[in-house]
């Protein structure tokens, strides 16, 4: 920081006032004082050279003159000394420039008082300012930091200052800097998130939207088409508009779960009313494919949660094991109560999630390599992991090719 800048400060130009203020009363005090010190001494000079001057006159000995030099006389004896000198024009009123020797006194002490106090000043003048340089150089740089915050570019400031208000401050504004860039990383990664999040949806619309319209035109120009194959093709128009509605409607709660648009209402209640409601509409099509689907546990417990969210979470569990599940599979829903944690599991004996998969399966509209399914739209097990970690839940999974795969849903009690 050049000093032409650092001057141009108005504080700085306040203390330089200041400092000059405090020199030149200082010097003018050490004047006055200095001056009423030598008056006094040259009135004592005076006083004294009366007396020895008055025994001068009266022809007194030498070893009486000397004994007066440090022996105080009577207030009648100075009166009729001063009043003998004062007829020769020597008194205390004597000027004292006419006095040499408390003359140079005088300017002695001026000469010597003056430039050691205005040296002290000086040097107190300078020091201070190196430290409001020092000061001032770093809120510089505070600024210059703060204004590429904007940009995303904030870096942390080194400060020189161990303790005290300036190191708070500099600590303050390394918080409030750290902030700023995750508020920026975390609107760039929900920009990037936004993006892909719509590409997915329109990914999903694409084909039975493509398929719709497919279907439309054929109804439309095949005005003799028969009514079995029109029939047929009306249930396909239902069947790819329900898995639209199915689509959107859980693209909407996996939209208001990741805004933090829902209020969850947790309450102490049964699991197993929760599992009963989360199932029901899922048993037909169990038996529909001859599957076993079983509750068993500790189905008494009860735990913290949501029960219309929770039954979603675990309904599209459930769902994936009935669809990845051959016919005549089995899938248990199991509930293990603990003396700290309550665990959900959901097991099935189909063929079981590869380890390279495994770690994907929690992602949105993944599905595996494999799967033949075209209805799976691969939202169910994200938007199942979104529902238990809102509500201070966790799930995993553990599977192992061809021995089956099983979902674990855990609470804390």
């Not at 203390?15 to 005090?29: A, D, E, M, Q, Y």
């Not at 546990?297 to 675990?314: F, N, T, V």
């Not at 109560?337 to 097991?347: A, E, S």
């Not at 169910?380 to 238990?388: D, E, N």
Request: charged share 25%.
């Amino acid at each position: 920081m050049n000093l032409r800048r650092f001057y141009t400060n108005p504080e700085v130009k306040r203390i330089t006032f200041k400092f000059i203020i405090i020199l030149l009363l200082g010097t003018v005090s050490i004047f006055l004082l200095s001056l009423t010190i030598v008056k006094s001494i040259n009135k004592i000079l005076v006083n004294q050279n009366a007396i020895v001057l008055a025994e001068t006159l009266e022809n007194k000995q030498p070893k009486d003159l000397i004994r007066n030099f440090y022996t105080v006389k009577s207030k009648d004896e100075l009166s009729k000394a001063k009043a003998l000198l004062k007829s020769y024009g020597y008194d205390e009123e004597l000027a004292l420039e006419s006095n040499d020797i408390t003359y140079g006194f005088f300017k002695e002490i001026l000469m010597a008082f003056i430039p050691i106090y205005i040296f002290f000043v000086v040097i107190l003048y300078l020091l201070f300012m190196r430290e409001m340089k020092n000061v001032f150089s770093q809120i510089q740089k505070i600024v210059k930091e703060t204004n590429t915050m904007s940009d995303g570019k904030y870096v942390r400031i080194e400060g020189r200052f161990e303790e005290g208000e300036m190191a708070m401050l500099i600590s303050s504004l390394n918080y409030m800097g750290d902030r700023v860039n995750n508020s920026i990383e975390l609107l760039k990664e929900e920009r990037e998130y936004l993006k892909d999040f719509l590409s997915d949806i329109s990914h999903q619309l694409k084909t039975p939207l493509a398929s719709l319209i497919m279907f439309n035109d054929l109804l439309r120009e095949n005005e003799n088409m028969p009514y079995d194959d029109r029939v047929n093709f009306l249930n396909k128009c239902e069947e790819q508009l329900g898995r639209m509605e199915w689509l959107i409607m859980n693209l909407l709660k996996v939209g208001r779960l990741e805004a933090g648009a829902i209020n969850f209402r947790v309450e102490n209640q049964s699991i197993e009313e929760t599992i009963n409601i989360a199932v029901s509409s899922l048993k037909a099509t169990a038996k529909n494919r001859n599957q076993c689907l079983t509750i068993v546990g500790d189905l008494d417990s009860k735990i913290k949660h949501d029960r219309e969210w929770l039954a979603e979470a675990i309904s599209n569990i459930v769902k994936n094991a009935i669809e990845h599940t051959g016919e005549n599979g089995e899938i248990i829903v199991k509930v293990d109560r603990g003396k700290l944690i309550t665990k959900i599991y959901i097991n099935d004996n189909g063929p079981g999630i590869p380890k390279d998969m495994q770690t994907k399966i929690f992602q949105r509209f993944y599905k595996g390599e494999n799967s033949v399914n075209p209805k799976s739209i691969g939202i169910g097990l994200s938007l199942a992991k979104t529902i238990v970690e809102e509500q201070r839940g966790e799930i995993k999974l553990i599977s192992e090719e061809g021995k089956g795969s099983s979902f674990i849903i855990s609470f804390i009690n």
